[in-house]
């Protein structure tokens, strides 16, 4: 055709002009008569030469599009008002040209001006114009290859712009860099499909290649270009020996496998290094005359542009091997379009059937016929005739604006609906006929004609576009072909807003194969799904295993999770794992009993990711839920216990949450709560503590502990459904609502006992007849209460009194254990039937203790577990007294025993963490105080070291201190050396000045005191409380009181004629020193005190202790040796004396007599301790 006569802009005024031009004003070249050739701007535009409107239409803007224009603008400008330019016009120019930025500038003035322009508008709102720039301008794309398809088009053009010589030399060609490799064509989650390429590659190659390397226009860079670039500046990094840098680098980009190319999610071989591609782009641009062109049955020379352009120093059989590969892309185009084409020619030709079939029935007359087929389709529900309506036709388009449409214009007429789609009634559809314009014009003129009208079904797009379908079937078809070569190219973060089109037609497709290519995608389509996205996925699953039923999820979804169990990213993993327990109520029973649930053991098993395990054991809680298969219980048992040690807190928190309580619900339907999963966990329980003796694995413990303690809620619940009085709960009536604190707080709700049984007023109603049974009618004919009271109860108590009592993780996880027991099984069970249990076995007197052996029951964790577990259960007044009766019995039997006070100690510490029980251990512990007897007041002033450390300050003034001082003045010896532990620890704890005073008198009256002068036992407390405490003591009272006493101690000790007690006072003397030589100490004290005690010291262990002998003296010397370089490393004063020896010599001896010392742990720890 000839281009001069071809409006090249197809452009109309926009809306707000055309309501604002009045009558008589310039129309737009679109508002002209029918046929009449007008220019791009105006009629006076009709005088520019045509040579410059087509080199105004070139691919890519030049210095003659320039021109060009102003050229124009120039001529309407001459015009005068007469010959005014719409902004409509000029705005379809500058996109033409790609004067992006002039256009940007030319929106945002209209913008100012109140004067918003459509075109602009939509063009910079539409983010696809930016990510996937192809340098073709915007008209150009609408006009369709002619008759020798697409090859020929780019041969046209190349020969176009092969004549303008001077502007091709100008323009820059594309570059063998990164950018040349085409990112666009492969999807962003790395997936390997082969259709995606085909949305870019409806634009020639080098023509993008042109756009990209243009310089006027720089594009951001891509996710995609990034990783690469990030890969190669690392691989040069590493190869350079810029390992730091290299690990730099990685760190920065931690979302990124350094190791790995494929990581990167490019469908393609690794490009050459940095260095390849550096000088590759070093190269001079090749020359017109150095390229070499190639074609399929075409002369090279005849075809423009740089189809295979290489750079010059490329060898023959390189520059033959891209030849072959650009050759082989053409011929996989040309046979997709083959394939289009020919499914065209099929239904072309089953129109042509229906069309001859309806020959003999006489058609309506034309004014006869109804609404127009738009009309029909906006007034009726689209008929289900299972055809598809062509845009194009047989042979003519149905695209003229005209009135008078095509007199040869094809008919349809509709055929049987497809059986798998609700059909509509279609009776009265007939032919959609036109009217015929009363014209003798030949058909092959009216062909030629149309022929103008440009449109293009010689694409697979095209040919989608050209047919529009008429029923729920054909639709299903389209969107099945199109969806694949949608989703690569949907932004990542908006890939969700496809999943309801991806389930529908998953859903409604009749094809097996199409519907399982949905579903791989549906489970690809985002490559590291976030939680959100994950939701909408899962909830997309759901409904499609509702409307498809259990047969289709088996064979179609379960498939997908099979193929993503063992995918690189976790993300994918744990849709995986959520999707089986989603789909767990849609499966066939023998599926979720089987593959699903050992799916899910694999994973539990394997998976590296803890959110993924975490997944996995929800989804076995569901699975637990609705399995039925009585031969899966030893199977359960075992995940719980796999879940249960799992590493990962959040695992085993959603063992409890969900696996525990869905399992333990398995278990009552089938019996086997009371009869098999708690003996079961008892039993281990025993084993571990019978293999106790080489030490207790305390983290078994813990897990079969807990997992008895989650069993706890479901007991209760199967204790309420068996009573005697269930049938007797009614609902209605005056219920009493249960108190909110009535049961300990649940873990998740599976764990509430009201889920549990159904509902909160069922509970309420149970609850009420269950204590009125066990006030006043007992439990006899109770099966499953009487196994709690007699089974269960005793087998837990034999277990407790088997506990090492200084273990205080275990104390403490069975003083959980058995608060929540009895706070879950109610106030009278506790007082009736637990309580008498242990009160049976702690019988509170002498006799109940084996003072020799000192392992009588009360010397065991009985005595702590009780007391925090059981009496502390509720906090009314009889409760607290019963407890402090308790305590007070215990310390008075303890004491008067002689028995150890681990115990007694353990229910301190136990009950001490918790400041609502500090006034009751006071309240103790001053009835020790005031005891008669001198044994039990010792017992309080040792528990008073224990209680300090928790108890606020004002406590300490008003009760601990007071009490001290009482004790301190006791007419027995031995009770006023137990208070020097609780004074060493309050001098350690205590700011207020006031109260470490006192404290000071009072421990500088046991040193000074001439009465306490041959006190071995004092001394030996006084120094061994110093070393505990001096380091973290305030600094001021270790300067001016630690230090001194210790100077006077050792040089008493020198004197001292029984050698037992020297030696006892050196060992202590120098556990003590080795904690201080921590801290720092100032000269004065250093030369006056720390030294001579020290020397003091050497001199007993000269004769004493050898071995302690040499640390001394390496001390000493150390010492002397800061002194003398105390103005140039008073920086380092601070450092330890012991831990900085100097010369390897001196490390090498000190470290040897170490390892020969033979005293205590503690001391050998307070070596090395600094200061806190």
């Not at 707000?16 to 535009?45: H, I, L, N, T, V």
């Not at 959100?532 to 088996?554: K, N, Y």
Request: aromatic residues 6%.
């Amino acid at each position: 055709m000839a281009t001069g006569n071809v409006n090249p802009f197809n452009i109309s005024d926009s809306e707000d002009e055309a309501e604002q031009r009045p009558d008589g004003a310039e129309r737009s070249p679109a508002d002209g008569p029918q046929g009449q050739a007008s220019g791009p701007f105006s009629p006076q535009a009709d005088a520019e030469p045509s040579g410059l409107l087509l080199s105004s239409s070139r691919t890519s803007p030049g210095a003659e599009g320039v021109s060009v224009s102003a050229a124009t603008v120039a001529a309407a400008a001459a015009g005068g008002a007469e010959a005014r330019v719409s902004v409509d016009a000029i705005a379809a120019q500058l996109l033409r040209d790609q004067y992006v930025l002039t256009a940007l500038e030319f929106h945002t003035e209209l913008l100012e001006a109140g004067r918003e322009l459509p075109r602009l508008r939509d063009y910079f709102s539409n983010p696809g114009n930016f990510e996937r720039q192809s340098g073709t301008p915007p008209a150009c794309k609408e006009q369709g290859p002619g008759p020798g398809g697409p090859l020929t088009v780019q041969v046209q053009d190349r020969k176009r712009r092969k004549s303008d010589g001077a502007h091709a030399r100008d323009r820059a060609g594309s570059i063998s860099t990164l950018d040349s490799l085409d990112f666009a064509r492969y999807s962003d989650d790395g997936n390997r499909e082969s259709d995606e390429r085909v949305a870019e590659c409806e634009v020639p190659s080098q023509e993008r290649k042109n756009f990209k390397s243009s310089p006027e226009i720089q594009e951001p860079i891509r996710p995609l270009e990034k990783r690469a670039l990030n890969f190669l500046v690392n691989e040069y990094l590493l190869k350079n020996e810029y390992k730091l840098s290299s690990i730099t680098f990685s760190d920065e980009n931690d979302d990124q496998d350094f190791e790995l190319w494929d990581d990167v999610g490019l469908n393609i071989p690794k490009p050459p290094d940095l260095l390849q591609l550096y000088r590759n782009c070093g190269n001079s641009l090749p020359s017109p005359r150095d390229k070499s062109d190639a074609s399929v049955g075409t002369d090279s020379g005849e075809l423009g542009g740089h189809y295979f352009q290489q750079p010059v120093q490329k060898t023959e059989s390189v520059q033959q091997a891209e030849v072959v590969q650009e050759l082989e892309y053409q011929i996989g185009l040309l046979n997709s379009e083959k394939q289009s084409l020919a499914e065209q020619i099929r239904r072309l030709q089953s129109e042509i059937q229906t069309l001859r079939k309806n020959v003999s029935t006489p058609s309506a007359p034309t004014e006869e016929m109804g609404p127009s087929r738009s009309e029909m389709a906006c007034n009726k529900n689209p008929l289900d005739n299972g055809q598809y309506l062509d845009v194009l036709g047989a042979s003519e388009p149905e695209c003229t604006t005209d009135s008078k449409p095509d007199p040869l214009a094809p008919t349809s007429t509709p055929t049987q609906p497809h059986t798998k789609f609700k059909s509509q009634t279609s009776h009265g559809k007939g032919p959609v006929q036109f009217d015929r314009p009363n014209r003798k014009l030949s058909p092959a003129f009216h062909q030629a004609l149309l022929s103008f009208c440009r449109m293009s079904a010689d694409s697979r797009l095209g040919s989608e576009v050209s047919r529009i379908a008429d029923s729920e079937e054909s639709v299903m078809l389209m969107l099945g072909r199109c969806l694949p070569h949608i989703v690569p190219n949907v932004l990542l973060a908006k890939r969700e807003e496809l999943i309801p089109l991806i389930l529908c037609t998953a859903c409604l497709h009749p094809e097996p194969k199409e519907r399982d290519q949905l579903l791989h995608i549906l489970f690809n389509l985002i490559k590291r799904p976030d939680d959100e996205q994950r939701q909408m996925i899962l909830t997309g699953c759901v409904a499609f295993a509702r409307h498809v039923g259990p047969t289709r999820v088996e064979a179609e979804l379960l498939p997908q999770c099979w193929e993503q169990i063992n995918h690189k990213y976790p993300e994918r993993r744990l849709l995986v794992a959520e999707s089986c327990g989603a789909l767990a109520p849609y499966l066939p029973k023998e599926i979720r009993s089987s593959l699903v649930l050992s799916m899910l053991q694999q994973m539990l098993a394997d998976d590296k990711a803890d959110m993924v395990r975490e997944a996995v054991v929800k989804s076995l809680g569901i699975i637990m839920g609705y399995i039925d298969d009585t031969d899966k219980y030893l199977q359960g048992f075992e995940l719980m216990l796999l879940s249960l040690g799992d590493p990962s807190e959040r695992v085993v928190s959603a063992t409890h949450q969900v696996f525990i309580p869905a399992f333990a619900a398995w278990t009552m339907e089938l019996g086997n709560l009371q009869s098999q999963l708690m003996p079961a966990l008892l039993t281990r329980i025993e084993k571990l503590l019978k293999q106790g003796d080489h030490g207790l694995d305390e983290h078994k413990l813990h897990i079969f502990l807990s997992a008895l303690q989650s069993l706890i809620p479901p007991l209760f619940a199967l204790v309420l459904q068996n009573a005697p009085f269930t049938s007797r709960a009614k609902l209605h009536g005056d219920v009493p609502s249960i108190e909110v604190t009535r049961f300990p707080r649940p873990a998740s709700p599976l764990q509430d006992v009201a889920t549990i049984v159904g509902s909160r007023e069922q509970l309420a109603a149970l609850l009420q007849l269950y204590d009125h049974q066990l006030q006043h009618e007992g439990t006899t004919g109770w099966e499953s209460l009487l196994w709690v009271v007699n089974q269960l109860l005793p087998q837990l108590i034999e277990i407790v009194g088997r506990i090492n009592v200084t273990s205080s993780t275990c104390v403490h996880e069975f003083s959980r254990f058995f608060w929540r027991f009895c706070r879950t099984f109610g106030k009278i069970f506790t007082n009736t039937k637990v309580k008498p249990q242990f009160q049976e076995i702690l019988r509170l007197s002498e006799e109940n203790v084996d003072a020799t052996a000192g392992n009588g029951i009360l010397t065991k964790a009985t005595v702590p577990i009780y007391a925090t577990g059981v009496l502390t259960c509720y906090n009314q007044e009889e409760d607290r007294k019963l407890l402090v009766g308790f305590l007070e019995d215990v310390m008075t039997t303890l004491s008067l025993s002689h028995a150890p006070l681990g115990s007694l100690k353990a229910s301190f510490v136990e009950l001490g963490a918790n400041p609502a029980y500090h006034e009751l251990l006071l309240t103790v512990l001053w009835y020790g105080v005031v005891h008669t007897s001198a044994l039990v007041r010792c017992t309080a002033a040792r528990m008073f070291e224990l209680l300090v450390k928790g108890v606020n300050e004002t406590l300490v003034a008003q009760r601990v201190v007071p009490a001290l001082i009482t004790l301190s003045s006791d007419p027995e010896i031995s009770v006023r050396i137990s208070t020097i532990p609780a004074f060493g620890t309050i001098m350690e704890t205590v700011t207020q000045k006031e109260l470490l005073e006192r404290v000071k008198m009072q421990l500088a009256s046991f040193l000074e005191d001439p009465q306490y002068q041959d006190q071995h036992s004092l001394h030996m407390e006084i120094i061994k409380t110093f070393g505990r405490v001096g380091p973290n003591a305030e600094p001021r009272f270790r300067d001016e009181f630690v230090l001194p006493h210790l100077h006077k101690l050792a040089l008493a000790n020198n004197i001292q004629m029984v050698e037992v007690k020297r030696i006892d006072i050196a060992t202590q003397l120098f556990e003590a020193y080795s904690a201080l030589s921590c801290c720092f100490i100032s000269e004065e004290l250093m030369v006056n005190h720390f030294l001579p005690g020290l020397r003091c010291l050497r001199t007993d262990m000269e004769t004493l202790s050898p071995e302690h002998e040499v640390i001394l003296s390496s001390m000493i010397k150390e010492c002397e040796l800061k002194v003398e370089n105390r103005g140039v490393g008073e920086a380092q004063g601070s450092m330890s004396i012991a831990a900085s020896l100097v010369g390897e010599d001196a490390k090498t001896k000190f470290l040897n007599k170490m390892g020969q010392l033979t005293t205590s742990g503690a001391m050998l720890a307070n070596v090395f301790q600094r200061k806190k």
